[in-house]
């Protein structure tokens, strides 16, 4: 995901993973090759090969209580009249995930989305382990689909609030039983033409009624597709709208191959097949009720068999449709970590080889593709079982049309029915049993879909960040334009800042203090997992602090709203993130800045060849291949500079007054970081900056020095007095190595 600000760009989902110093080749995707190769190297034991995607699964039969019938029974063929839930599991589906407890894979790439802190980049080998792991050692990835049993009727009206609400309802319900209404009223007028033995009688009475009938089907097709991609539409920007609000940790609890799921095959579904399965199945009730109606005209004694069919029929849609749904669910968990698994073997290709798990991965896939083929197999074992009962009783009901139709009065049928109508009702009896089997199955579809609905709306509606925007005077004498001189010198005071990724969760932070004047440069330095960049997400709020305060330039930031708050700081991340668009686009993405301002800012970053191709659009093709259509070519961009465009973003105007800095200049050449160093010295020579570093020369440029280790703070001083300091927890770093002296 990637959040806009003003002119600053705040990759929110991107890459760098938690475990170890992996975050330098992130991108939008989150976990780069970096982090697969530092987590694997971290992690796996040297005596096997690494498993890049571990899946937890397991079989809860008391999960669906309210569920007539187990999937697991389904696909075991088992499904029988009055059976429960609680039939024993058979041993080929043991394995398979239930719904409530189904773990998404975790692998090095899967935890990206924990240990990528987003908005500074991430600092890849910080905070991994507060991230991905709980207090109780558990992993942050929600479990999917904990929703067990029927579709609640909450989700239809959430649909139709989203089609258009009870006018649209309403005409829906007229122009379906119009549509129905003329087709008998066709079909019932033929018979009459057949009676009279005379084609000329009421010809152009039967052509008009087939006219207005086909009209009306058409329109009610119209009106199905045109109410369902309303609804598929609101529905999906109610949840981008939700994604791009989304608290951070939000994107801890659901991995990509899930959210990549509800954006796409659940997004079809609601577009496409939701719309249809609709119209077919109001088409077969209303085919059903008048067929029912025929054959109790022409021979009334079929009215109480007729009525012990239909309830056979709602008993067998009933259980049936239960035990769909729940194959549906574990089809759609199933589908997730599919996806996820292929990302993972994607990015990391570069890991896998190197440590030789090919195997693995392939094995992982392979393991992902068996559950979702075993849930697949399982609905097609539960069509199976519904189809042969359907065609039991559907025979039934043809055998009663049959038995009015010859052994009524003077044979003509019940009511002194003519040959002709009792012929009418005969042959929609002998469809009545497609018919039927079509409306149980298009309603098992329809309640199948609907967790279409019960997924993206979940997603759409979770908790969202701070506003952005906060009503007139709540911000107190600040200008009501964003930035309006604030900060002006840019001191910054933080005072016992605690936080954690998670509501209850291992605090991360630990009343971190320091004060920084303005326009003093702030180096923060420390181990792994030491809260380098969780300070850096604090100070922007991606993490909201769960105890102290942040004050810049004596207004506490906690008040403010947080497009004020970001559009008022500069950031330049350690993700070497850039996002489909031009050149123009990812340096200024809110289009505010003029050419000329662009230009220089890439001529100060070194960037003179992206200067005259500012509509260019990045891409993987060499800037001078040939583009289709005379458009401008491709321009490709090496990791570094990736990192330049995002230091030429914090160099446009207006000028901030705090900078963040998460190792600006990581994947960048000791030359071209020289030039870099001396270009943040002319710029932000009067700027309050705060910089995550692990170079010595970046440290010693500073005018103070945070030392962090487990989330607390060691040091805050001078670097030349702690450096001087044998005993100090700098000099430590220094001489263990995990600070450069390059």
Same mark, same amino acid.
Not at 250 to 259: I, K, M, S
Not at 273 to 290: M, R, V
């Given at each position: 995901g990637v959040r806009l600000v003003g002119s600053e760009m705040c990759i929110r989902d991107s890459g760098g993973d938690g475990a170890g110093g992996g975050g330098a080749h992130g991108g939008a995707h989150g976990g780069a090759h970096g982090a697969h190769a530092s987590a694997v190297a971290s992690e796996v034991p040297a005596d096997r090969a690494p498993d890049l995607a571990e899946i937890s699964l397991s079989y809860d039969p008391d999960a669906d209580?309210? =569920?007539?019938?187990?999937?697991?029974? #389904?696909?075991?063929?088992?499904?029988? !009249?009055? &059976? @429960? =839930?609680?039939?024993?599991?058979?041993? #080929?589906?043991?394995?398979?995930?239930? !719904?409530? &407890? @189904?773990t998404e894979p975790v692998g090095a790439s899967g935890r990206a989305h924990a240990g990528a802190r987003a908005a500074v980049g991430g600092d890849g080998d910080d905070d991994g382990a507060a991230a991905s792991k709980g207090a109780d050692g558990s992993t942050l990835t929600a479990p999917e689909d904990a929703v067990g049993g029927r579709v609640s009727a909450r989700l239809y009206r959430v649909w139709l609030r989203a089609a258009g609400g009870a006018r649209v309802a309403a005409l829906f319900v007229l122009v379906f039983a119009c549509a129905e209404a003329l087709t008998v009223a066709t079909n019932w007028h033929l018979t009459h033409l057949a009676d009279a033995r005379s084609a000329a009688d009421g010809l152009r009475a039967y052509c008009a009624l087939g006219i207005a009938s086909g009209a009306l089907i058409f329109g009610r097709q119209v009106l199905s597709l045109g109410a369902g991609l309303r609804a598929g539409s609101v529905m999906h920007e109610q949840l981008v709208r939700r994604l791009m609000r989304a608290p951070l940790h939000w994107f801890d609890a659901n991995p990509l191959g899930r959210l990549i799921n509800r954006l796409s095959k659940e997004q079809r579904v609601l577009d496409l097949q939701l719309p249809s399965t609709i119209s077919?199945?109001?088409?077969?009730?209303?085919?059903?009720?008048?067929?029912c109606a025929l054959i109790c005209y022409t021979s009334p004694p079929a009215i109480a068999p007729l009525v012990l069919a239909a309830f056979a029929y709602a008993r067998l849609?009933?259980?049936?449709?239960?035990?769909?749904?729940?194959?549906?669910?574990?089809?759609?968990?199933?589908?997730?970590?599919?996806?996820?698994?292929?990302?993972?073997?994607?990015?990391?290709?570069?890991?896998?080889?190197?440590?030789?798990?090919a195997s693995g991965a392939a094995a992982s896939q392979r393991s992902s593709l068996d559950q979702l083929g075993r849930a697949v197999y399982a609905m097609i074992a539960a069509n199976s079982w519904l189809g042969l009962r359907l065609e039991l009783v559907g025979s039934f009901i043809v055998a009663l049309a049959a038995l009015g139709a010859t052994l009524g009065p003077s044979g003509g049928g019940g009511l002194g029915a003519s040959a002709g109508t009792s012929g009418l009702a005969l042959a929609s009896a002998l469809q009545l049993t497609q018919v039927l089997n079509w409306n149980v199955r298009t309603a098992c579809e329809l309640e199948s879909q609907m967790i279409a609905v019960e997924r993206v709306h979940?997603?759409?509606?979770?908790?969202?960040?701070?506003?952005?925007?906060?009503?007139?005077?709540?911000?107190?004498?600040l200008a009501a334009d964003g930035v309006g001189g604030w900060p002006v010198a840019g001191s910054l005071t933080v005072s016992r800042l605690s936080a954690s990724y998670r509501a209850g969760g291992e605090p991360v932070l630990r009343d971190v203090s320091f004060e920084a004047r303005g326009g003093q440069k702030v180096a923060v330095v420390g181990r792994t997992g030491s809260g380098k960049s969780t300070l850096l997400l604090c100070l922007l709020r991606l993490v909201e602090p769960t105890g102290g305060s942040i004050v810049l330039d004596g207004v506490d930031v906690g008040r403010l709203g947080l497009h004020r708050l970001r559009a008022a700081v500069g950031v330049v991340p350690q993700d070497q993130a850039t996002y489909s668009g031009s050149v123009r686009d990812n340096l200024d993405p809110s289009g505010a800045q003029s050419d000329e301002a662009l230009r220089a800012a890439l001529t100060a970053t070194k960037l003179d060849h992206l200067a005259q191709h500012l509509d260019a659009p990045l891409g993987l093709r060499a800037a001078g291949d040939a583009a289709a259509g005379g458009a401008p070519a491709p321009v490709k961009l090496s990791v570094g500079q990736r990192q330049l465009i995002s230091i030429a973003r914090a160099l446009l105007p207006p000028r901030r007054q705090l900078v963040l800095m998460d190792e600006p200049t990581s994947s960048i050449d000791a030359g071209t970081d020289a030039l870099i160093q001396a270009l943040f010295a002319a710029h932000f020579a009067n700027v309050t900056t705060v910089t995550v570093t692990h170079r010595l020369r970046t440290i010693e440029r500073a005018d103070r020095v945070l030392v962090l280790d487990k989330g607390e703070v060691v040091e805050f001083g001078s670097p030349a007095q702690l450096l001087e300091q044998p005993g100090s927890a700098l000099s430590a770093l220094v001489r263990s190595g995990a600070i450069e002296r390059a």
């Amino acid at each position: 995901g990637v959040r806009l600000v003003g002119s600053e760009m705040c990759i929110r989902d991107s890459g760098g993973d938690g475990a170890g110093g992996g975050g330098a080749h992130g991108g939008a995707h989150g976990g780069a090759h970096g982090a697969h190769a530092s987590a694997v190297a971290s992690e796996v034991p040297a005596d096997r090969a690494p498993d890049l995607a571990e899946i937890s699964l397991s079989y809860d039969p008391d999960a669906d209580d309210d =569920a007539d019938m187990g999937p697991t029974d #389904a696909a075991a063929g088992i499904v029988r !009249a009055g &059976a @429960r =839930a609680r039939a024993p599991v058979p041993a #080929a589906m043991r394995a398979m995930p239930s !719904a409530a &407890a @189904r773990t998404e894979p975790v692998g090095a790439s899967g935890r990206a989305h924990a240990g990528a802190r987003a908005a500074v980049g991430g600092d890849g080998d910080d905070d991994g382990a507060a991230a991905s792991k709980g207090a109780d050692g558990s992993t942050l990835t929600a479990p999917e689909d904990a929703v067990g049993g029927r579709v609640s009727a909450r989700l239809y009206r959430v649909w139709l609030r989203a089609a258009g609400g009870a006018r649209v309802a309403a005409l829906f319900v007229l122009v379906f039983a119009c549509a129905e209404a003329l087709t008998v009223a066709t079909n019932w007028h033929l018979t009459h033409l057949a009676d009279a033995r005379s084609a000329a009688d009421g010809l152009r009475a039967y052509c008009a009624l087939g006219i207005a009938s086909g009209a009306l089907i058409f329109g009610r097709q119209v009106l199905s597709l045109g109410a369902g991609l309303r609804a598929g539409s609101v529905m999906h920007e109610q949840l981008v709208r939700r994604l791009m609000r989304a608290p951070l940790h939000w994107f801890d609890a659901n991995p990509l191959g899930r959210l990549i799921n509800r954006l796409s095959k659940e997004q079809r579904v609601l577009d496409l097949q939701l719309p249809s399965t609709i119209s077919q199945y109001a088409q077969t009730i209303l085919i059903c009720a008048s067929t029912c109606a025929l054959i109790c005209y022409t021979s009334p004694p079929a009215i109480a068999p007729l009525v012990l069919a239909a309830f056979a029929y709602a008993r067998l849609q009933s259980r049936y449709v239960s035990t769909a749904t729940s194959l549906r669910r574990l089809e759609g968990a199933a589908r997730s970590p599919v996806l996820t698994s292929a990302l993972e073997a994607i990015e990391g290709a570069p890991s896998i080889r190197l440590y030789g798990a090919a195997s693995g991965a392939a094995a992982s896939q392979r393991s992902s593709l068996d559950q979702l083929g075993r849930a697949v197999y399982a609905m097609i074992a539960a069509n199976s079982w519904l189809g042969l009962r359907l065609e039991l009783v559907g025979s039934f009901i043809v055998a009663l049309a049959a038995l009015g139709a010859t052994l009524g009065p003077s044979g003509g049928g019940g009511l002194g029915a003519s040959a002709g109508t009792s012929g009418l009702a005969l042959a929609s009896a002998l469809q009545l049993t497609q018919v039927l089997n079509w409306n149980v199955r298009t309603a098992c579809e329809l309640e199948s879909q609907m967790i279409a609905v019960e997924r993206v709306h979940d997603a759409a509606v979770g908790a969202v960040e701070a506003p952005a925007f906060l009503p007139a005077g709540a911000e107190g004498d600040l200008a009501a334009d964003g930035v309006g001189g604030w900060p002006v010198a840019g001191s910054l005071t933080v005072s016992r800042l605690s936080a954690s990724y998670r509501a209850g969760g291992e605090p991360v932070l630990r009343d971190v203090s320091f004060e920084a004047r303005g326009g003093q440069k702030v180096a923060v330095v420390g181990r792994t997992g030491s809260g380098k960049s969780t300070l850096l997400l604090c100070l922007l709020r991606l993490v909201e602090p769960t105890g102290g305060s942040i004050v810049l330039d004596g207004v506490d930031v906690g008040r403010l709203g947080l497009h004020r708050l970001r559009a008022a700081v500069g950031v330049v991340p350690q993700d070497q993130a850039t996002y489909s668009g031009s050149v123009r686009d990812n340096l200024d993405p809110s289009g505010a800045q003029s050419d000329e301002a662009l230009r220089a800012a890439l001529t100060a970053t070194k960037l003179d060849h992206l200067a005259q191709h500012l509509d260019a659009p990045l891409g993987l093709r060499a800037a001078g291949d040939a583009a289709a259509g005379g458009a401008p070519a491709p321009v490709k961009l090496s990791v570094g500079q990736r990192q330049l465009i995002s230091i030429a973003r914090a160099l446009l105007p207006p000028r901030r007054q705090l900078v963040l800095m998460d190792e600006p200049t990581s994947s960048i050449d000791a030359g071209t970081d020289a030039l870099i160093q001396a270009l943040f010295a002319a710029h932000f020579a009067n700027v309050t900056t705060v910089t995550v570093t692990h170079r010595l020369r970046t440290i010693e440029r500073a005018d103070r020095v945070l030392v962090l280790d487990k989330g607390e703070v060691v040091e805050f001083g001078s670097p030349a007095q702690l450096l001087e300091q044998p005993g100090s927890a700098l000099s430590a770093l220094v001489r263990s190595g995990a600070i450069e002296r390059a």
